[in-house]
C-alpha cells in the first residue's frame, strides 16, 4: 500500500541553525500538507501547497519556514533560522485532491525535530 | 472557525472495559469528521471517519457516529484491548471541498490496563 515518507526520523540541531524536513509524498497525489505537533499538545495546521504554490498558511508559518517542492516527488519544509520552540513532530500529508467526495489525507510518520 | 473539543485525558480504563471519548465539533457547513490515533512513537493513522449525518464510522471494534443535532462525533468500544493504548484525535474537514486543512482536536490518551 502507498504510503507518505518523511526523512529523518529525528533531527537535532543547534539554535539560529537552518534545517530542512523531507517527505514523499503518495505519488499520484496532488495536494500537500505540513502539520506539528508540540509535545503533549494538539497537532497544529502549517501550510497547504497545490500547483507548486501555498494555497493556504497559519499564523504559525511565518517568514522562517518556507516549503518546496523540488522535483517531482519530494515536498520540503525549511526552517531558516530555528529557535527552541521549533522543536516539535513534524507531519507531512497527503491527498489526491480528486473533485468528488471526500478526500482522507494520508499522513507520514513525523520528524521529531529537537532544537537545542 | 472551525474547532474540535474533546474530553481531557488520560482515561486509564481495565482491558475488556467499554470506551467512549467525547468529542464536539463547531463547523459551518457540513464538515467530514474524523478519528486519528497516533500509538506510542508512530504517526498519525486513521481510525474511521464519516461524511455526513447519521453516518457511522467504524474499524477495530471502533465506531462513531455523525450527529448533527448535537454536532458530536463521539467514539465508542465495547470491549477495550491493552494494544487500544494511544492517543486519539477527533478531526474535522470542512465541507465544500475535501483538500482542505484538518483540524484537530486537543487528543486524548487512552491507557488500558491488563
Known amino acids: 500500500e502507498p504510503e507518505v515518507t518523511q526523512t529523518p526520523s529525528h533531527q537535532v540541531t543547534q539554535m539560529g541553525q537552518e534545517v530542512i524536513l523531507r517527505c514523499v509524498p503518495i505519488s499520484n497525489h496532488l495536494y500537500f500538507y505540513w502539520y506539528r505537533q508540540i509535545l503533549g499538545q494538539k497537532v497544529e495546521f502549517l501550510v497547504s501547497f497545490y500547483n507548486n504554490e501555498i494555497s493556504e498558511k497559519s499564523e504559525i508559518f511565518d517568514d522562517q519556514f518556507s516549503v518546496e517542492r523540488p522535483d517531482g516527488s519530494n515536498f520540503t519544509l525549511k526552517i531558516r533560522s530555528t529557535k527552541l520552540e521549533d522543536s516539535a513532530m513534524y507531519f507531512c500529508?497527503?491527498?489526491?485532491?480528486?473533485?468528488?467526495?471526500?478526500?482522507?489525507?494520508?499522513f507520514g510518520p513525523g520528524t521529531r525535530l529537537t532544537v537545542l | 472557525g472551525n474547532s474540535v473539543t474533546q474530553m481531557e485525558g488520560p482515561v486509564t480504563l481495565s482491558e475488556e472495559a467499554f470506551l467512549t471519548i467525547n468529542c464536539t465539533y463547531t463547523a459551518t457547513g457540513y464538515p467530514s469528521l474524523f478519528w486519528y490515533v497516533q500509538y506510542p512513537g508512530e504517526g498519525l493513522q486513521l481510525l474511521l471517519k464519516a461524511t455526513k449525518a447519521d453516518d457511522k464510522g467504524s474499524n477495530k471494534g471502533f465506531e462513531a457516529t455523525y450527529r448533527k443535532e448535537t454536532t458530536s462525533f463521539h467514539l465508542e468500544k465495547g470491549s477495550v484491548q491493552v494494544s487500544d493504548s494511544a492517543v486519539y484525535f477527533c478531526?474535522?474537514?470542512?465541507?465544500?471541498?475535501?483538500?482542505?486543512?484538518?483540524?484537530f482536536g486537543t487528543g486524548t490518551k487512552l491507557q488500558v490496563i491488563p
Open positions: 478531526a474535522l474537514v470542512p465541507g465544500g471541498g475535501g483538500y482542505q486543512k484538518v483540524t
Open positions: 500529508a497527503s491527498i489526491k485532491g480528486e473533485l468528488a467526495g471526500i478526500n482522507e489525507q494520508f
